[in-house]
């Protein structure tokens, strides 16, 4: 008898080709059987017309006939966001909790109890956190650098370190911190990486 496929849902900014090659290979694993789930639907929190390669990545799902969820988290409560991004804490968790509690009621009705941050650009809100299981897909080893992709390889030249390495982890309140579900290591020392 086969297992009833898992509907997921998946968040991105889709700020580069990066996104829509997570999201691809996530598609072909799911067409070849390798994964039994279904992408339940497509959050995005940029709009038509933001950025070029977010309309690639919007241009993708809608080929690809998944439900595609937009909402701007630079047209929400803009003022608000501002004033959070230049230093004042409580704004940005009041910001934050906010756009948050509109995603979910999007997200919502489609009944995925879990998703995938694939190059989801923004922090949750802990609100968020609580209510909706989510995963996040994060390149560095469990303990290593937070951040964004690039950050985190700046961060591990600076530090001369030895190995580099890539997490699924669940999503907590704390950044890139959650409980690792899976990760892999690799050397930085090889032949072709000696300093």
Known sequence: MNEPKLRIGWFSTGRDEAARQLLQVALDA???????????????????????????????????NLPLLIFSSAHFEPQLRRRGLSGDETALIQWRRSYDEHVWQLIQPF?????????????????????????NLHPAIPGGPKGAWQDVMWQLIEQRADIAGAQIHIVTPQLDEGPPVAYCAFSLRTQHFIP
């Open 30 to 64: 799911i067409r070849n059987g390798e994964l039994n789930c279904d992408i339940a639907f497509v959050f995005c929190n940029r709009d038509w017309g933001e950025h070029p390669e977010s309309d690639a990545f919007l241009r993708m799902v809608q080929d690809a």
């Open 111 to 135: 009944g995925a109890p879990l998703s995938l941050l694939a190059g989801y650009m923004l922090i949750l809100s802990d609100t968020m956190c609580y209510r909706h299981t989510m995963l």
